[in-house]
């Protein structure tokens, strides 16, 4: 390590600086991470990963966009090369170079699994009303506060709140209801 890379200690005011910061937006990048992941470990993990990592690039922010929106695309960059980075690991050729058969199948089957529960998520969200999905999607899914809901919305925190709880309640609904109606119709086929 040459002297160029050594930083001096901050001072008290950017510790202040970056704790708020830290504060704010840990909920934001600890869901995204998690959403991505879907470990909460790993999510934890990438969450320490990503501050420190935002910690050293702070100054690479030209403003060209919100900070959220520069912070979650770093977040995002990051979780995929760590998603690469495992790929690279757990794909390991065997003597004669080739790729286990098992490894192979056990990839495609969750790649073509995580597709298809991706797609009907989307289906089932489609099918909320507008207010409740606007709700679910901001809140949970791109990991805003309720206060912030009620700001990009106009409307007031409270009826943030109680349209998640609702779009929440019609979602569980919506997803157990399908595999009611295969059964019945599969009684009624049979």
Known sequence: MNGSDKRAPLTDEEQKVFQEL??????RVYSTCLRMTRDISEAEDLTQEI??????????????????TWLHRLTVNHVLMHFRKRKVRAARPTEDGELSLHSLAANHDHNRMNIVDRILLSEVIAKLPDGYREAFVLHDIDGFEH???????????????????KAR??????????ARDHVALDSVLA
């Open 22 to 27: 830290y504060q704010t937006h840990h909920r």
């Open 51 to 68: 501050f420190v990592h935002l910690f050293r690039a702070l100054g690479s922010f030209r403003g060209e966009s919100a900070f959220t």
């Open 147 to 165: 206060k912030e809901i009620a700001e990009i919305r106009g409307r007031t925190e409270g009826t943030s709140k109680s349209q998640l709880h």
């Open 169 to 178: 309640r019609m979602l569980r609904s919506l997803i157990t209801q399908p």
